[in-house]
């Protein structure tokens, strides 16, 4: 029996033993489990990883919504023990208690085992409808139990980090053009106290790291929190077909980018082979910063995760998350998908178009082309919507000015200190 069967045979000892809310008949062929009354289908597949350990299993569950236009829900499992059975029986642990319950809420639509429905107004928290919205606002979704391992004794998380924080921020901005998705939030607390969020959509299809951790919680020793949230955009929503247009937009600029003498050409030739205006301009403006950054971060730079917006009605925006705009997020997923199926030389003169490329390449060369750049930090980018006014431009840049000059002189010395 291979390690993904037995996976899946140790997810259906788990959900029989369990019964309650997660019963049903289920029937395991070789390998496909089949759950909730055959009501969802799984698959499993070990993830051998470029240094594989004894005693550590990485594995992806996937599971097909029979009754829901075979959507499949992809789950990112870590498990861990003093052999390989062990860590697949708590990788199974693992999605019995946090995937599942989710799942079961969602195809029943209603909250079960320890799941809850978020952004229920008014709803039964002690039945499992909560106000608070998890970074998922105004969506169907579905949250589970946070698990906790590490920190000093054992300890339990934290009671401060609380289901108010937005677990799943950005999860619904990065989403592919699909209608339900399954996201992963860790949250990583420090020694010294901080806490660090990664994120991810769909398994791997979006992965995004930042120390943005809203809570002054505080707890004992290094540690960390993990939980799941099905969500779904609604069967008439207008952002399905945007999405999918965006990301028809970012593969066609990049995928005939290395074919034109400019860019000024290919964004020509888009607009008249009926691609949109401004998602054109979206593309080239900021899902090149996706590309560069996806090229660069290796070398330890450290980007801003804002950008200053200038807008076509004469408003500047100076504090607009890089994550919040699908241009970029989606073509962050593009990337690593780009990265395998265009020739080398092509994508990489992708990821030298934008700006930021220009910079890091210039302080690269000043540098005697060195390769560590975990000392160069980026300001936010300027980035105008089409049509934006001369005069606009001119206020948003001044906007990135004063911070630089803000910055700047928070880091002068007082003229008595000589070290």
Known sequence: MSDSERLLELIEEGIV??????GGWTRLDNDVLQLFDGRVALRAELHA???????????HVFTTLIEEDDEVL???????????DEALKQAAGIWIMCVAGPIRSFIDNKPVCMTCQAGVVDGDASHGYVAGDYGLPNLRAYVGPAIHRGFSGGEPAPTSVDDKLPWFRFAAESAAPRRVHLAKATVFHSE??????????????????????????RAKGIGYLTRFAVFEFPRNSKEISRRAEVERTIR???????????????????????????????????????????????????YSSTIIRARRDGRVETDVPLMSVPAYSRARALAIKLRDTMPENDF?????????????????????????????????????ERGVSDQTMDSAMAALNELIERNRAAKKKPWWKFW
């Open 192 to 217: 010294q106290n901080t806490w660090r969020r990664e994120l991810e959509i769909d398994g791997h299809d979006v992965s995004y790291s930042a120390a943005d951790w809203p809570t002054s919680a």
């Open 49 to 59: 990883g470029d240094q594989p350990r004894e005693g550590v299993v990485h594995a």
């Open 17 to 22: 033993a369990h019964a309650g809310d997660l």
């Open 348 to 384: 990489q003169a992708l990821c030298m178009y934008n700006a930021e490329s220009h910079a890091i390449v210039q302080a690269m060369e000043a540098g005697g082309n060195r390769r560590d750049l975990s000392g160069m930090k980026m300001y936010p980018c300027v980035v105008p």
């Open 252 to 302: 066609h600029f990049a995928e005939n980018y290395a074919a034109y003498e400019s860019v000024d050409q290919l964004m020509k030739q888009m607009e008249e082979q009926g691609f949109d205006p401004d998602l054109v301009q979206e593309t080239e403006s900021i899902s090149t910063i996706a590309f560069s950054r996806h090229f660069f971060e290796p070398f330890g730079v450290q």
């Open 74 to 84: 992809d789950a990112c499992i870590f498990g861990m023990g003093d052999d390989n």
